[in-house]
Structure formats: structure tokens, C-alpha cells
């Protein structure tokens, strides 16, 4: 099950980099992912799709990954 979560946790960073690649990324503990964005104009991009990846883990892999943003402007 550990494998399992580590793997999805990975999966789901290497997506969301793969999409948005200045992002900054920290993985801590218990599924947990921090996300940084450096442009405020991309703030709401990156939080709408940080929401649809997480729903699809959760509905595909059965892995809640909990997701927080940290960025410099607001949330469209």
C-alpha cells in the first residue's frame, strides 16, 4: 500500500510538472504535496488542474492526495 501511495505521489508531481514546469514542488509526509507558483496569472491554471488530477487519483488509483498552493496572486 506504501509503494502504492509513493508511486501515485510521484505520478501525480511529474504531471503536474510535466504541465506547468516553473512550478516549485514539496513532498512531504502523508501525501501531502505544496505547490508554488511564481506568476500570479498562473495561479488559477495550476489550481484548477492541481483539483482535477487529485479527483482523478482519488477515482482511478484510490490515493487522496492532499494539494496546497502557495502563489503571489489570487485564485481565479
Avoid: C, H, Y
Avoid at 43 to 60: M, P, S, T, Y
Amino acid at each position: 500500500m506504501r509503494t502504492r501511495s509513493v508511486d501515485a505521489v510521484n505520478e501525480f508531481v511529474e504531471e503536474l510538472k510535466r504541465l506547468f514546469p516553473d512550478i516549485e514542488v514539496l513532498v512531504l509526509p502523508g501525501r501531502k504535496v505544496r505547490l508554488r507558483v511564481g506568476s500570479p496569472l498562473d495561479v488559477g491554471a495550476v489550481f484548477d488542474k492541481a483539483a482535477e488530477l487529485q479527483n482523478r487519483w482519488i477515482l482511478e488509483k484510490g490515493v487522496n492526495i492532499q494539494v496546497g498552493l502557495i502563489g503571489s496572486g489570487p485564485i481565479n
